[in-house]
């Protein structure tokens, strides 16, 4: 049985920019979280989830050692921070928005999880 959740229970995120790529690393609660989202946050579905919001491919590589993913959004800040007339031209929204991304998650996965994970519920 499954859970329909958002990642931000499963992991913490941040984001940043490098000229017109915008960089999400999505880290891990815990290992069983983090083998799960190497199966399901593939970057098929990271680019499917920001699709009319970014312009080129996305780029996923896996992190082990950490129990993280880093996601390379191509295309996404309107040319860069330095020229780009887009409100968040550095790319840090990126991670709360990808936190809001729904997955089905199996219970034992749940269970895994540190009692406090996550942000309170209702926020």
Do not use: C, W
Request: hydrophobic share 45%.
């Amino acid at each position: 049985m499954a859970a329909r959740i958002q990642l931000r229970r499963l992991a913490h995120a941040r984001s940043g920019d490098k000229g017109d790529t915008a960089n999400v690393g999505v880290i891990a609660y815990s290992r069983a979280a983090y083998d799960f989202l190497v199966r399901e946050l593939t970057a098929e579905r990271v680019a499917a989830h920001f699709a009319g919001t970014i312009e080129g491919p996305v780029e996923r590589f896996e992190l082990d050692n950490l129990d993280a993913l880093n996601f390379l959004l191509h295309g996404a800040l309107g040319g860069g921070g330095t020229v780009s007339l887009m409100t968040d031209a550095q790319g840090k929204v990126y991670s709360t928005a990808l936190l809001r991304v729904e997955l089905d998650v199996p219970e034992d996965v749940l269970a895994s999880l540190p009692e406090r994970a996550g942000p309170p519920e209702g926020t």
